[in-house]
């Protein structure tokens, strides 16, 4: 539903738009399941009720990638800092009522301390599992007019 509403609005069709969107399935009353593009996955591999963010990514675009979801996707692959699920500052966790913006207590996502990793073998693992992730996605082109 919150597809065709989207499509309507932006002119992207709501197959490309559920293509690029991490979309829960119920069965039975439970959430089993979420997809990433076609692939499908079982819940106990992602964050569904809360969330994990690089603050340095989120400082260069404010854009939440789906691959901040996956558990095993622990170091952001990019800056090879530690993916942050609490305030650097209350420890309240990050939640999606927030929308990503601030925590509860005002501070700013970008503000929040990231902490460096030294491991290569880790952050290459979830660059690999970020490489993964978006190549299940359907290229997004803007509509033409």
């Not at 692939?39 to 990514?57: D, G, H, K, N, V």
Request: hydrophobic share 30%; with cysteine; aromatic share 6%.
């Amino acid at each position: 539903m919150v597809h065709y509403l989207l499509s309507s609005l932006t002119g992207t069709s709501s197959e490309t738009l559920h293509a690029h969107g991490s979309i829960i399935t119920a069965k039975e009353g439970q959430l089993k399941e979420f997809r990433i593009g076609s692939e499908q996955f079982p819940m106990s591999l992602i964050y569904a009720t809360s969330s994990r963010i690089c603050p340095l990514c989120y400082k260069e675009d404010g854009i939440s990638r789906i691959y901040w979801d996956l558990r095993s996707y622990t170091v952001c692959h990019i800056h090879g800092c530690k993916l942050i699920g609490r305030c650097t500052d209350c420890d309240r966790d990050i939640g999606w009522d927030q929308g990503h913006r601030k925590c509860r207590c005002g501070l700013k996502i970008e503000a929040m301390q990231a902490t460096a990793v030294s491991s290569t073998v880790e952050r290459d693992h979830c660059g690999l599992l970020a490489l993964a992730t978006m190549h299940t996605l359907r290229p997004w082109r803007p509509p033409t007019d």
